[in-house]
């Protein structure tokens, strides 16, 4: 089945600092991927997503390019602020017995950033 | 301001009750789903539904009920019959229509009193 695996944490970075957490999955045909965040105590929001190969996501400084043929789509930022410290969750949306809406998730990568 | 509600944000069971979590949206989205989030975990899917009065169970459904009588309600049963409810949980929904991307509410953390 669908799987996602990202890079384990707690990940603490200087502000300013350049940011990469790795995600890289194994799905059957062309899932739609996904970087969600989520605050302290708060449901999760969306970053940023990918809907093909190739495509690059981008909100808020974060990157995050799907990369089929290393089944890769690492998120990164070229400088991390404190009010990035959460916790980020790569995900896949593949393609189940009831459509396409079935969101698998890695385990999640805590961030805190240090001023 | 469009959204989902999830009522309410702290809950406590005694043991051998039920408890129930309520999830509503004003997207009029097609589709909700719960998620169970355990410290460390990633998100499981305990049960989604993409149309009114018709629901599946998602990869951890033992010890939870669902109903969907209403698009914009999604209300989750903690049975007693669940030994380890204590977790945080998370409602979804999106539009059942490509890979939309799924939309959350703030969550509801459920302990054992």
């Known amino acids: 089945g669908d799987s996602v695996t990202q890079m384990e944490g707690p990940v603490t970075l200087s502000e300013e600092a350049f940011l990469t957490i790795n995600c890289t999955y194994t799905?059957?045909?062309?899932?739609?991927l996904f970087w969600y965040v989520q605050y302290p105590g708060e449901g999760l929001q969306l970053l940023l997503k990918?809907?093909?190969?190739?495509d690059k996501g981008s909100n808020k400084g974060f990157e995050a390019t799907y990369r089929k043929e290393t089944t890769s789509f690492h998120l990164e930022k070229g400088s991390v602020q404190v009010s990035d410290s959460a916790v980020y969750f790569c995900?896949?949306?593949?393609?189940?017995?009831?459509?396409?809406?079935?969101?698998?998730f890695g385990t999640g990568t805590r961030l805190t950033i240090i001023p | 301001d469009g959204g989902i509600t999830q009522s309410p944000k702290y809950l406590f069971r005694k043991e051998g009750q039920n408890v129930t979590l309520s999830c509503e949206q004003n997207l009029n989205h097609d589709a909700m789903y719960w998620y169970r989030q355990d410290p460390g975990q990633g998100l499981r899917l305990i049960y989604y539904?993409?149309?009114?009065?018709?629901?599946q169970k998602g990869d951890i459904a033992e010890g939870y009920s669902v109903s969907r009588e209403k698009k914009e309600s999604f209300p989750l049963t903690v049975t007693s019959a669940q030994k380890n409810p204590t977790a945080f949980y998370l409602c979804a929904s999106n539009a059942a229509n490509g890979n939309q991307p799924q939309h959350f509410g703030d969550g509801t953390r459920l302990s054992i009193l």
């Open positions: 799905a059957t045909g062309y899932p739609s």
């Open positions: 539904s993409q149309i009114v009065n018709d629901f």
């Open positions: 990918a809907t093909k190969a190739d």
């Open positions: 995900a896949l949306m593949g393609v189940s017995n009831f459509g396409n809406e079935k969101l698998t």
